[in-house]
């Protein structure tokens, strides 16, 4: 059975830092993928990593702020994301795909999500 494991996320003041982590089991998918949904809001895009690592893109709202990366000795993806708003506050769901893209209906494969809440 494939699943994605995810940990990581937490309560955070503004400007502070988090890092969430990705663990597929019993797969190493090509594309690693960060999406993550506010009460009310579709779930969109935050950012991808390839499966070596080399590849990475970003949302434009994360301007700089976070950091996509893959372990691939632990096949572990992880989002370390400093400097967070308020606004950045959302379920993070891990999304695992064949096909390098930021649209959600091409991931076959999800974790349960992780809360993400910052706030003072």
């Known amino acids: 059975q494939v699943r994605l494991v995810e940990s990581g996320g937490g309560l955070v003041q503004p400007g502070g830092s988090l890092r969430l982590s990705c663990e597929p089991r019993?797969?190493?998918?090509?594309?690693i993928s960060w999406f993550r949904q506010a009460p009310g809001n579709k779930r969109e895009f935050v950012a991808r990593?390839?499966?070596?690592?080399?590849?990475?893109y970003y949302a434009d709202f994360v301007e700089g702020r976070f950091t996509i990366s893959r372990d691939s000795a632990q096949n572990t993806a992880y989002l370390q994301m400093n400097n967070l708003k308020p606004e950045d506050t959302a379920v993070y769901y891990c999304?695992?795909?064949?096909?390098?893209?930021?649209?959600?209906?091409?991931?076959?494969?999800w974790g349960q999500g992780t809360q993400v809440t910052v706030s003072s």
């Open positions: 019993t797969f190493n998918p090509y594309v």
């Open positions: 999304a695992a795909g064949n096909v390098i893209s930021t649209d959600r209906s091409l991931y076959g494969y």
């Open positions: 990593v390839s499966q070596n690592g080399g590849s990475t």
